[in-house]
Protein backbone atom coordinates (compact mmCIF):
# COMPACT_ATOMS: atom_id res chain seq x y z
CA UNK A 1 0.00 0.00 0.00
CA UNK A 2 1.21 3.51 -1.05
CA UNK A 3 2.05 6.21 1.33
CA UNK A 4 -0.76 8.22 -0.04
CA UNK A 5 -3.08 5.62 0.05
CA UNK A 6 -2.25 4.99 3.52
CA UNK A 7 -3.82 8.44 4.16
CA UNK A 8 -7.37 8.19 6.09
CA UNK A 9 -10.25 9.70 4.97
CA UNK A 10 -12.82 10.14 7.12
CA UNK A 11 -16.06 11.76 6.72
CA UNK A 12 -16.86 15.46 8.45
CA UNK A 13 -17.24 14.86 12.09
CA UNK A 14 -20.11 16.61 13.97
CA UNK A 15 -18.35 17.44 17.20
CA UNK A 16 -17.14 20.86 16.81
CA UNK A 17 -14.88 20.55 19.84
CA UNK A 18 -13.11 17.73 17.90
CA UNK A 19 -9.10 19.56 18.09
CA UNK A 20 -8.35 18.06 14.86
CA UNK A 21 -11.65 17.82 13.22
CA UNK A 22 -10.58 13.99 11.83
CA UNK A 23 -12.69 12.21 14.60
CA UNK A 24 -9.34 10.84 16.05
CA UNK A 25 -7.81 9.77 12.84
CA UNK A 26 -4.92 12.22 12.77
CA UNK A 27 -3.40 11.48 15.90
CA UNK A 28 0.44 11.74 14.88
CA UNK A 29 2.36 14.56 16.17
CA UNK A 30 3.11 16.19 12.17
CA UNK A 31 -0.39 14.89 10.85
CA UNK A 32 -2.88 18.03 10.25
CA UNK A 33 -6.19 17.20 9.09
CA UNK A 34 -7.53 19.36 5.93
CA UNK A 35 -10.61 19.65 4.78
CA UNK A 36 -11.96 18.73 1.33
CA UNK A 37 -14.62 20.00 -0.91
CA UNK A 38 -16.66 16.81 -1.04
CA UNK A 39 -17.82 17.10 3.36
CA UNK A 40 -14.89 15.36 4.09
CA UNK A 41 -11.55 15.62 5.69
CA UNK A 42 -7.76 14.21 4.66
CA UNK A 43 -4.95 13.94 6.75
CA UNK A 44 -1.64 15.37 5.81
CA UNK A 45 1.55 13.64 7.11
CA UNK A 46 3.26 17.08 6.97
CA UNK A 47 3.66 19.97 9.71
CA UNK A 48 3.34 22.94 7.59
CA UNK A 49 0.99 24.35 5.71
CA UNK A 50 1.16 24.75 1.85
CA UNK A 51 2.08 28.39 0.28
CA UNK A 52 -1.36 29.36 -0.16
CA UNK A 53 -2.90 28.04 3.06
CA UNK A 54 -3.36 29.34 6.59
CA UNK A 55 -2.70 27.30 9.93
CA UNK A 56 -4.83 27.34 12.61
CA UNK A 57 -3.99 27.41 15.91
CA UNK A 58 -5.02 23.80 16.12
CA UNK A 59 -2.58 23.05 13.43
CA UNK A 60 -5.58 22.94 10.69
CA UNK A 61 -4.99 23.83 7.27
CA UNK A 62 -7.50 26.32 5.07
CA UNK A 63 -7.00 28.26 2.08
CA UNK A 64 -5.86 31.49 2.44
CA UNK A 65 -8.61 33.39 1.04
CA UNK A 66 -10.56 32.35 3.91
CA UNK A 67 -8.57 33.86 6.13
CA UNK A 68 -10.78 37.18 7.96
CA UNK A 69 -13.34 36.43 5.53
CA UNK A 70 -16.21 36.96 7.81
CA UNK A 71 -16.82 33.17 8.35
CA UNK A 72 -15.28 30.82 10.80
CA UNK A 73 -13.09 28.36 9.03
CA UNK A 74 -10.93 26.68 11.70
CA UNK A 75 -12.56 24.94 14.62
CA UNK A 76 -11.02 27.17 17.02
CA UNK A 77 -12.62 30.51 15.31
CA UNK A 78 -8.83 31.81 15.28
CA UNK A 79 -9.13 32.40 11.76
CA UNK A 80 -10.90 35.69 12.57
CA UNK A 81 -9.54 36.60 14.92
CA UNK A 82 -6.27 39.29 15.00
CA UNK A 83 -7.28 40.82 11.54
CA UNK A 84 -5.94 43.77 10.44
CA UNK A 85 -8.26 46.19 8.66
CA UNK A 86 -7.25 49.44 6.82
CA UNK A 87 -9.25 52.52 5.70
CA UNK A 88 -11.21 50.32 2.63
CA UNK A 89 -12.27 47.67 4.85
CA UNK A 90 -14.53 47.32 8.82
CA UNK A 91 -14.64 44.66 11.12
CA UNK A 92 -17.30 42.55 12.33
CA UNK A 93 -18.75 42.43 15.83
CA UNK A 94 -15.73 42.19 18.62
CA UNK A 95 -13.37 43.42 15.87
CA UNK A 96 -13.71 39.92 14.16
CA UNK A 97 -12.85 39.72 10.52
CA UNK A 98 -12.29 42.46 7.96
CA UNK A 99 -14.51 42.65 4.82
CA UNK A 100 -14.61 45.22 2.20
CA UNK A 101 -16.60 48.70 2.61
CA UNK A 102 -18.52 47.70 -0.19
CA UNK A 103 -20.17 44.60 1.85
CA UNK A 104 -20.90 46.83 4.53
CA UNK A 105 -24.89 47.00 3.87
CA UNK A 106 -25.39 45.80 0.66
CA UNK A 107 -28.23 43.49 1.67
CA UNK A 108 -26.13 40.23 1.95
CA UNK A 109 -25.36 39.27 5.54
CA UNK A 110 -21.50 38.38 5.26
CA UNK A 111 -20.24 38.88 8.89
CA UNK A 112 -20.54 35.34 10.64
CA UNK A 113 -23.32 37.25 13.41
CA UNK A 114 -24.48 39.58 10.60
CA UNK A 115 -23.18 42.71 12.20
CA UNK A 116 -22.34 44.14 8.66
CA UNK A 117 -26.29 44.64 7.98
CA UNK A 118 -27.50 45.94 11.64
CA UNK A 119 -28.44 49.77 11.86
CA UNK A 120 -28.18 49.96 8.15
CA UNK A 121 -30.01 52.73 6.16
CA UNK A 122 -32.54 51.62 3.90
CA UNK A 123 -31.66 51.58 0.15
CA UNK A 124 -32.18 54.57 -2.08
CA UNK A 125 -34.45 53.71 -4.93
CA UNK A 126 -33.08 53.68 -8.65
CA UNK A 127 -34.11 57.29 -9.36
CA UNK A 128 -32.12 58.62 -6.19
CA UNK A 129 -28.14 58.58 -5.20
CA UNK A 130 -27.53 56.88 -2.13
CA UNK A 131 -24.43 59.02 -0.06
CA UNK A 132 -21.95 57.41 1.60
CA UNK A 133 -23.82 58.49 4.96
CA UNK A 134 -26.95 56.62 3.67
CA UNK A 135 -28.99 59.67 2.71
CA UNK A 136 -30.88 59.95 -0.26
CA UNK A 137 -30.99 62.57 -3.22
CA UNK A 138 -32.16 63.23 -6.58
CA UNK A 139 -30.03 61.33 -9.23
CA UNK A 140 -29.67 65.16 -11.23
CA UNK A 141 -27.82 66.13 -7.94
CA UNK A 142 -25.32 64.11 -7.96
CA UNK A 143 -22.49 66.06 -9.31
CA UNK A 144 -24.06 69.65 -9.59
CA UNK A 145 -21.38 71.32 -7.86
CA UNK A 146 -23.75 71.95 -5.22
CA UNK A 147 -23.08 70.31 -2.20
CA UNK A 148 -26.67 67.91 -1.10
CA UNK A 149 -25.51 64.70 0.36
CA UNK A 150 -24.90 65.66 4.56
CA UNK A 151 -21.54 64.58 4.01
CA UNK A 152 -20.46 65.97 0.88
CA UNK A 153 -20.31 62.88 -1.06
CA UNK A 154 -22.29 64.03 -3.91
CA UNK A 155 -19.11 66.11 -5.13
CA UNK A 156 -16.10 64.52 -5.61
CA UNK A 157 -13.37 66.02 -6.90
CA UNK A 158 -14.20 63.67 -10.03
CA UNK A 159 -16.85 66.20 -10.42
CA UNK A 160 -14.54 69.56 -11.17
CA UNK A 161 -14.98 70.51 -14.83
CA UNK A 162 -15.69 73.54 -16.99
CA UNK A 163 -18.50 76.00 -16.43
CA UNK A 164 -20.80 76.26 -19.56
CA UNK A 165 -20.74 79.39 -21.58
CA UNK A 166 -23.27 80.50 -20.41
CA UNK A 167 -22.18 80.17 -16.21
CA UNK A 168 -19.38 81.95 -13.96
CA UNK A 169 -17.12 79.93 -12.56
CA UNK A 170 -17.40 80.94 -8.36
CA UNK A 171 -13.96 80.61 -6.44
CA UNK A 172 -15.55 77.83 -4.76
CA UNK A 173 -15.53 76.00 -8.26
CA UNK A 174 -19.51 76.23 -8.29
CA UNK A 175 -21.16 77.15 -12.02
CA UNK A 176 -23.80 79.78 -11.36
CA UNK A 177 -25.75 81.61 -14.48
CA UNK A 178 -23.81 84.71 -15.32
CA UNK A 179 -27.26 86.73 -14.87
CA UNK A 180 -27.00 85.76 -11.24
CA UNK A 181 -23.36 88.16 -10.99
CA UNK A 182 -24.06 90.64 -8.90
CA UNK A 183 -27.79 90.23 -8.36
CA UNK A 184 -27.32 90.94 -4.55
CA UNK A 185 -27.71 87.60 -3.30
CA UNK A 186 -25.28 84.82 -2.48
CA UNK A 187 -25.47 82.40 -5.84
CA UNK A 188 -22.01 80.76 -5.01
CA UNK A 189 -22.24 79.72 -1.37
CA UNK A 190 -18.87 81.76 -0.92
CA UNK A 191 -20.19 84.86 -1.85
CA UNK A 192 -17.36 85.37 -4.65
CA UNK A 193 -19.92 86.46 -6.67
CA UNK A 194 -21.04 89.44 -5.14
CA UNK A 195 -17.29 90.22 -4.15
CA UNK A 196 -16.21 93.77 -6.51
CA UNK A 197 -19.28 94.88 -7.61
CA UNK A 198 -18.82 98.17 -6.76
CA UNK A 199 -21.20 100.76 -5.59
CA UNK A 200 -23.80 99.85 -8.55
CA UNK A 201 -24.55 96.05 -6.05
CA UNK A 202 -28.28 95.88 -5.20
CA UNK A 203 -29.78 95.47 -1.80
CA UNK A 204 -30.11 91.70 -1.14
CA UNK A 205 -33.88 92.65 -0.29
CA UNK A 206 -35.21 92.39 -3.37
CA UNK A 207 -38.75 93.41 -2.25
CA UNK A 208 -36.81 96.88 -0.79
CA UNK A 209 -35.31 97.78 -4.37
CA UNK A 210 -36.89 101.33 -5.64
CA UNK A 211 -35.52 103.01 -8.17
CA UNK A 212 -34.10 106.49 -7.53
CA UNK A 213 -36.28 108.59 -9.53
CA UNK A 214 -36.33 112.52 -10.01
CA UNK A 215 -38.12 114.93 -7.86
CA UNK A 216 -41.91 115.18 -8.41
CA UNK A 217 -42.40 112.31 -10.78
CA UNK A 218 -44.76 109.43 -9.37
CA UNK A 219 -43.79 105.97 -8.95
CA UNK A 220 -46.81 103.71 -10.04
CA UNK A 221 -47.71 100.94 -12.69
CA UNK A 222 -50.69 100.44 -15.46
CA UNK A 223 -52.84 98.41 -15.18
CA UNK A 224 -54.13 96.18 -17.50
CA UNK A 225 -57.02 97.28 -19.41
CA UNK A 226 -56.80 100.84 -18.18
CA UNK A 227 -54.84 104.01 -18.60
CA UNK A 228 -55.26 104.62 -14.44
CA UNK A 229 -51.98 104.71 -12.58
CA UNK A 230 -51.54 102.99 -8.79
CA UNK A 231 -49.72 105.29 -7.07
CA UNK A 232 -47.78 104.21 -4.21
CA UNK A 233 -48.21 105.97 -0.81
CA UNK A 234 -45.18 106.87 -0.32
CA UNK A 235 -45.07 109.33 -3.29
CA UNK A 236 -48.83 110.43 -2.52
CA UNK A 237 -46.85 113.06 -0.35
CA UNK A 238 -45.30 114.47 -3.01
CA UNK A 239 -47.63 114.82 -5.77
CA UNK A 240 -49.89 117.22 -3.13
CA UNK A 241 -47.31 119.18 -2.47
CA UNK A 242 -46.36 119.60 -6.03
Known sequence: MSGEESKPHCVMPKDPKDPRGCGGWCSGPNEICQRLDNNTVH?????????????CKNGL???????????????????EYNCECGSDGFH???NTSCLPLDRRCNGFVDCWDG?????????????????????????????DSYRDC????????????????HQR??????????????????????????????????????SSV????????????????????VVHPQTSAARSHS
Open 115 to 143: SDEANCTALCPASQHTCNSGQCIPMDNFC
Open 169 to 206: QCQNGRCVPGTVWCDGFDSCGDGSDEANCGSAAPSRDR
Open 61 to 79: CIPEQRRCDGHFNCYDMTD
Open 150 to 165: DDGSDEPAGCDSPCLA
Open 92 to 94: CSD
Open 210 to 229: VPALPPGHLLGRLLPNTHRK
Open 43 to 55: CIDDSECLHDEWR
